[in-house]
Nanobody, 126 residues
Framework: QVQLVESGGGLVQAGDNLRLSCAASGRTSRIYVMGWFRQAPGKEREFVSGINWSGRIIYYGDFVKGRFTISRDNAKNTVYLQMNSLKPEDTAAYYC???????????????????WGQGTQVSVSS
């Protein structure tokens, strides 16, 4: 079992930056691919970004357009999402997810991830 805890969300203005963190605990000796998803009220959960164990494979959702950067520190069992130039449409609950790294890349479907955090709210005012 793996437990994930997100932090770093908050209320910001358009154009501001935030850095989300996701700390993993439990059976972290396994190799994990990590992902960030978001979900706004009334919308489906959306892939934001994902990173494999080595950090060499990184994917972003199309809407990111260079504004977000994912990274991980395996020594700290933590993955980060640096979000710059935030827009009101980025308002959502942001979730961290993890699954075993099969070596086949980084999945973008929510149902490809076994472990989920509780989420952290990001609200961007105009």
């Amino acid at each position: 079992q793996v437990q994930l805890v997100e932090s770093g969300g908050g209320l910001v203005q358009a154009g501001d930056n935030l850095r989300l963190s996701c700390a993993a605990s439990g059976r972290t000796s396994r190799i994990y691919v990590m992902g960030w998803f978001r979900q706004a009220p009334g919308k489906e959960r959306e892939f934001v970004s994902g990173i494999n164990w080595s950090g060499r494979i990184i994917y972003y959702g199309d809407f990111v357009k260079g504004r977000f950067t994912i990274s991980r520190d395996n020594a700290k069992n933590t993955v980060y999402l640096q979000m710059n130039s935030l827009k009101p449409e980025d308002t959502a609950a942001y979730y961290c997810a993890a699954d075993y790294d099969s070596g086949l890349g980084v999945p973008s479907r929510p149902d490809s991830y076994t472990y989920w955090g509780q989420g952290t709210q990001v609200s961007v005012s105009s």
